[in-house]
């Protein structure tokens, strides 16, 4: 998949070496679990009073890039970090990050980094054993004396006779048939919570912390039920690796995961967030249900849906 690049450029530093431009990237591990954060670095390189330009990001369906924030002390001059995540399991890359150069005579040009290939391992333990519990110390046997024994009768007879007492009272009682409860669908369940937390006030009192938290809530509860995966029990790498093998919602992923970045930051960084930020994650929260609802729905004969 092309990698998209955002703007605008980052520009860095005079620098002082060789006599072409090129750009060398480097990672701080090869070796990286899905969803797991590692850095990269590109070192830009050129004759003296050459000028370069970092793109900000780079975004791919699997493999993400964003640049860390300027670190207290200096960099070197021509150097940029960057902070990458991958998405999915086996062999993967760092793709090829484009730097724009300015020589002194005026010319401009752009140099590719090599790309850096990665291997992408699961977190889980491939051999049973050692998910195995073992026993620290033997078992200890315990003494069972005389007043044990009159403290469990006298338990047992006070249980038939609370039992004897609940099914007298049962025989007198009239038995009244209870209403089922209305099962509602899992669409309808997710836009009534919604309404709920927009009714709560959270976003009016800048509670957004909180907001986050039930917003994401009630994502996962909706797509558990929808799609019959323990969603609720992921991470949000799971979760976001799970959806991309399902074919009725890998297009949900890319929206969840921008919910999911800043929901993330704002629990568990304490980030700050803003009122019209958190009505865009509502909306499109909505927008979610509402396309995945529509996906859902069986074909007519002639090519359209049902309604």
């Not at 590692?38 to 390189?45: D, G, P, Q, S, Y």
């Not at 992408?120 to 003494?143: I, N, T, Y």
């Not at 009192?205 to 995966?229: D, H, N, Q, S």
């Amino acid at each position: 998949m092309k990698t998209v690049f955002l703007l605008p450029l980052l520009l860095g530093a005079p620098v002082l070496a060789d006599p072409q431009p090129r750009a060398v990237a480097t990672a701080s591990k090869t070796e990286v679990s899905v969803g797991e954060s590692f850095t990269v670095e590109v070192r830009a390189t050129g004759p003296a009073g050459s000028r370069f330009a970092f793109p900000p990001a780079a975004v791919q369906e699997a493999f993400e890039l964003h640049t860390l924030p300027a670190p207290s002390s200096a960099t070197p001059p021509g150097t940029h970090r960057y902070r990458a995540a991958v998405f999915a399991l086996g062999d993967a890359r760092v793709p090829p990050i484009p730097v724009r150069f300015r020589l002194p005579d005026g010319t401009s040009g752009e140099v590719k980094t090599a790309p850096i290939p990665l291997r992408v391992v699961s977190w889980f333990p491939k051999d049973r054993d050692p998910q195995k519990l073992a026993d620290v110390r033997a078992p200890v046997g315990l003494a069972l004396g005389r007043v044990f024994w009159f403290g469990l009768i006298a338990a047992l007879a006070l249980a038939v006779g609370v039992v004897r007492w609940m099914v007298s009272r049962r025989r007198r009682e009239p038995t009244l048939a209870a209403a089922p409860a209305p099962s509602l669908s899992p669409d309808e369940e997710a836009r009534r919570a919604l309404d709920r937390l927009v009714a709560s006030g959270r976003l009016a009192r800048g509670e957004y912390r909180l907001f986050y938290i039930e917003l994401t809530a009630i994502v996962k509860r909706y797509l558990e039920r929808r799609l019959e995966a323990p969603i609720a029990e992921m991470t949000t790498a799971e979760m976001l690796a799970h959806l991309r093998t399902t074919p009725r919602a890998i297009e949900l992923a890319p929206a969840l995961r921008d919910l999911s970045g800043v929901a993330d930051q704002i629990k568990f960084a304490r980030g700050s967030g803003l009122v019209e930020e958190a009505e865009r994650h509502l909306a499109a929260t909505r927008a979610l249900i509402m396309d995945l609802e529509a996906r859902l729905r069986p074909a007519l004969p002639d090519g359209g849906q049902a309604a």
